[in-house]
């Protein structure tokens, strides 16, 4: 069956800092794979997604993630946040339907 | 272009009585799905249709939960008789087809406190 995997519940970092949010999957296939954000009250919005070709992905608001099979790793990565970053993020994988990782909150301290 | 709607935003009931949560998906959209968001989770999917074809429900507890897509536009999801257990956000989403390679996309969901 296949999972996903967020290994962390809660990361702090300074606004203007870089970030890198940790997500593994678990699939039998070539998977597709999703980050969403949730900030509160919101629903989820994509931030990007990789279907195939360049493991490198580019995404909304500046974020990227980089595809690595031998890993079995999907993690997200902004060179530099900002305080409107603060939110719920959550890493996707789509096999026989869209599974969810619990998923890591991220607060932006000034 | 208008997003997915639900509503009503958010519902306090008392346990034993009946819910029904309504979502509107984007205009085109032939599949629709819901989803259960517990505290601090990630959303797991309950039902997901295929225009008004419920094609994957082997997650929605049938016993106490009930859902349908009439005319292949609009779903209602109720939960009669409603649990304490059942407090969490329930989000729905559409996409134009499903399969791996497509986009969903998200209402701001509805949160659900059973006192």
């Known amino acids: 069956a296949q999972s996903v995997t967020q290994p962390d519940i809660h990361i702090t970092v300074s606004e203007g800092a870089s970030l890198e949010l940790r997500c593994n999957y678990s699939y039998g296939a070539t998977p597709y794979l999703f980050w969403y954000v949730q900030s509160p009250g919101q629903g989820l919005q994509l931030l990007l997604k990789?279907?195939?070709?360049?493991?490198l992905v580019q995404g909304i608001k500046g974020f990227e993630a980089e595809f690595k099979r031998s890993q079995s790793s999907f993690n997200l990565r902004k060179p530099s946040v900002h305080w409107s970053d603060a939110a719920e993020y959550f890493c996707a994988v789509e096999g026989e339907k869209l599974t969810f990782g619990t998923g890591t909150r991220l607060t932006i301290i000034p | 272009e208008a997003g997915v709607v639900q509503s009503p935003r958010y519902k306090i009931i008392e346990k034993k009585q009946p819910v029904a949560f309504w979502c509107n998906p984007i205009s085109g959209h032939n599949t629709l799905y819901w989803y259960l968001q517990n505290l601090g989770q990630g959303p797991e999917l309950l039902i997901r249709y295929e225009n008004e074809e419920a094609v994957d429900d082997s997650q929605l507890p049938k016993d106490r939960f009930s859902a349908e897509r009439l005319k292949g536009v609009d779903s209602t999801l109720k939960i009669q008789p409603a649990e304490l257990g059942d407090s969490a956000v329930y989000l729905c989403?559409?996409?134009?087809?499903?399969?791996?390679?497509?986009?969903?996309?998200f209402g701001p969901g509805t949160r659900l406190t059973v006192l």
């Open positions: 990789y279907f195939s070709g360049d493991t």
């Open positions: 989403a559409s996409s134009l087809s499903s399969g791996g390679a497509v986009e969903q996309f």
